[in-house]
């Protein structure tokens, strides 16, 4: 037993003092030679195919272009193609032509919302606070600044520093203090009893293992409690780092003067300007209510005017005023009002009048800013100016607190320099300095994932010892030091650079070859197969359709859901307000976000409730999901809008004509032979039922709708 302990001492000893291939900095390596230079169309092939090689396998065919096409725009953009847009790149599918689509969709309006998903999940953006009671949050604006950041190609150096320290840069703009709300993203407990300075100690322990976890790949909230049992980081490193994050103020407060433990929100937010588009949808919203005003006062002088004398001197006897003003040759919206309370309250026009009201309020309301809406603001972070002593937590217990540490890095990567202020600007600076050899790495390495659906590093959020080794190393440092350096830092120059790779052009399709020698695809010997996320899942069936809506940023939108999902309790508003008009057919990156029942759809198809980051989505199969896209109302209405769709676009073809144009609605290709002459049985035998043509489409559009590759890359 001794001789065991012995060994484990030297075995840690040594992982100690090498240094693990992370923690080196990256350096240019030297572009692989191949044998045939046919294939490759960038230097990510060189490396790749030399890989190949090693291992004896050949890569996969290209993609065909309608596959391609829709591979790209779900990558880019999250949408798929039109048949105008695929059919355009089938006259000229040349690597020139993809290229100018590559460039035209990276300056889509719509490649942030597609980016910032898998961002929200690594900053747990939600709009409640999380436990039992739930509560609602503004940091919306956050959201959109997410989103707007990706659409310029913020350089990610900047991006980091203004999410980590946007208010600590001298004379902040309102833009980059919304940006801290990446950590104002923990969860946060206002639940009756609970100890404030416990609550704030989880709330800094989630900023340090969130900063480590997103920006270093490194699992440092191991080293909490005790030194790391497996990483090069101490219990002290760790609250070195907390240091830096320790100097907030308190989010939850007891009540004063109560005798009850009841708490109350007293963090941080600032007042939020109307962006554009607001003040665009306000004035909508408040012409909208003088063209229903108008037509009400119009109305209700229409019926005054047909009012008998008789009527008039009947009801002159128990209501005057009223009577008197709809005498008036011209009445005013109030008077309108007044008139229509006492004298047609229950006749037959009153439910005409009362649609107009009913319009005019809500209308109302939209140009205030919402029912739903508390002000315009947004959760930041701002230092306090008194700064807190912080110390080290004995076995991560917040009432046993042990020796004094000042902020600082760990030790173990490259030191924090001296003229950097000891805050959270320094520590966000000295995270995208070049002389830090994780983040470059780990952010190309995500950003592969999600093109390819595995990682060069496939333990994404781990780097460290316990991590998985890269499959191409070399790849990895030749694009961590290409995006650092060459691109500076900008993501789209990344994408770009990878989406143009014959690696990532290839065939998805199984080879028996590649099947038995690369069943995991380490070796990227196919292209990429995988399932959408669930967002993605519903923007692709809204956009099948023709329902989405591609209004952009505000408030969160509240789509159908079952009635009663809300089942919270607590002091908080647990009923539902459904969205109306083209709210309900949003993108999914603006729904509403309740940690406690996020929106069901999305729990089907694995959308994590972000109560803390999130490196990467599952991706399980179960009935529910059938069950999701063959049930739920919100599907069956998109059914339904896709056959009219159908029907209306296709009124002057035959039914075959008529099934491949529905298909490539979805799919981007034609159906094959086999697939077609099922799509007729299912459609004339539909027909032979009930002798609708309505119902038939109905079946043939849940049947596309349905399909695995309609929800998959």
Not at 162 to 190: C, H, M, V, Y
Not at 383 to 391: A, I, L, S, V
Not at 444 to 456: K, Q
Not at 512 to 541: T, V
Request: charged residues 25%.
């Amino acid at each position: 037993m001794r001789h065991f302990w012995l060994l484990l001492f030297a075995v840690s000893f040594v992982m100690a003092e090498e240094n693990h291939w992370s923690y080196e900095i990256p350096k240019t390596p030297k572009i692989p030679e191949i044998q045939s230079n046919d294939w490759v169309n960038n230097e990510i092939d060189f490396f790749i195919f030399s890989e190949m090689e090693k291992n004896g396998l050949s890569p996969s065919v290209i993609q065909s272009p309608e596959r391609l096409i829709r591979r790209l725009y779900l990558d880019l953009v999250g949408l798929p193609p039109s048949i105008n847009e695929v059919d355009s790149f089938l006259l000229d599918p040349s690597i020139t032509q993809y290229g100018q689509i590559v460039d035209k969709l990276l300056k889509s309006k719509h490649f942030g919302e597609k980016w910032a998903i898998g961002w929200l999940d690594l900053a747990r953006y939600a709009d409640s606070d999380g436990y039992q009671r739930d509560g609602f949050r503004n940091v919306w604006p956050y959201r959109d600044w997410v989103i707007r950041s990706l659409n310029e190609d913020m350089p990610y150096d900047q991006f980091t520093i203004e999410q980590i320290a946007g208010d600590l840069i001298p004379n902040a703009t309102e833009s980059q203090k919304i940006a801290t709300g990446f950590n104002r993203g923990p969860t946060l407990n206002l639940e009756a009893g609970t100890d404030p300075e416990e609550d704030r100690i989880k709330q800094v322990v989630d900023r340090v293992n969130t900063t480590a976890t997103v920006w270093l790949g490194t699992s440092l909230e191991c080293a909490q409690c005790h030194d790391h049992k497996h990483d090069p980081f101490s219990i002290k490193d760790y609250y070195s780092m907390f240091a830096f994050f320790n100097n907030t103020p308190v989010e939850g407060k007891r009540r004063p003067n109560g005798n009850d433990a009841s708490m109350d929100y007293s963090g941080v937010d600032i007042p939020v300007s109307l962006s554009n588009e607001e003040l665009l949808e306000r004035k909508r919203a408040q012409d909208s209510v003088n063209l229903n005003q108008t037509e009400y006062v119009t109305k209700v002088k229409e019926l005054c005017d047909n009012l008998s004398d008789e009527k008039l001197s009947q009801l002159k006897e128990k209501h005057p005023k009223e009577v008197k003003l709809a005498k008036n040759k011209k009445i005013s919206y109030k008077d309108a009002l007044a008139i229509d309370k006492v004298l047609f309250k229950k006749s037959e026009s009153s439910e005409t009048l009362k649609k107009l009201k009913d319009k005019i309020t809500k209308d109302q309301s939209r140009a205030k800013g919402g029912k739903f809406q508390i002000g315009y603001t947004s959760r930041v972070m701002k230092e306090m100016t008194h700064e807190r002593k912080t110390r080290v937590l004995i076995r991560g217990d917040f009432t046993n607190p042990g020796v004094e540490v000042i902020a600082n890095t760990p030790t173990s990567l490259p030191s924090f320099p001296e003229n950097y202020p000891k805050n959270r600007l320094g520590l966000a600076r000295w995270i995208v300095s070049h002389d830090n050899p994780l983040t470059s790495r780990v952010a190309v390495n995500r950003v592969w994932a999600e093109l390819f659906g595995r990682g060069i590093v496939t333990s994404i959020e781990d780097f460290g010892y316990k991590g998985v080794a890269p499959s191409h190393p070399d790849l990895l440092d030749w694009l961590a030091v290409k995006f650092q350096s060459t691109d500076e830092w900008s993501l789209k120059k990344l994408i770009k650079r990878i989406v143009l790779s014959s690696t990532y052009r290839q065939s998805s399709k199984f080879a028996n070859e590649s099947s038995k020698q690369d069943p995991l695809n380490q070796f990227y010997s196919r292209g990429p197969r995988n399932r959408l996320p669930a967002e993605l899942i519903r923007d692709n069936a809204l956009t099948i359709s023709g329902l989405l809506s591609k209004k952009m940023f505000g408030r969160p939108v509240r789509p159908k859901q079952p009635n009663n999902f809300w089942r919270v309790i607590g002091e908080v508003d647990n009923n539902y307000y459904v969205s109306e008009g083209e709210d309900l057919f949003r993108r999914g990156i603006y729904t509403i976000w309740r940690r406690s029942a996020h929106y069901p759809s999305f729990a089907n198809f694995d959308a994590p409730t972000r109560g803390a980051c999130s490196v990467k989505r599952e991706s399980s199969n179960t009935p529910l999901q059938a069950l999701t896209l063959l049930n739920d109302p919100v599907f069956v209405e998109m059914a339904r809008a896709f056959s009219r769709r159908i029907m209306k676009e296709t009124s002057e073809m035959d039914t075959t004509q008529q099934l491949d144009y529905a298909f490539r609605l979805a799919l981007s290709r034609s159906p094959s032979g086999k697939e077609l002459e099922v799509l007729k049985k299912i459609y004339f035998t539909s027909l032979d039922v009930d002798g609708s043509s309505e119902s038939a489409w109905f079946e043939i559009a849940t049947t596309i709708l349905n399909l695995h590759e309609t929800i998959t890359k």
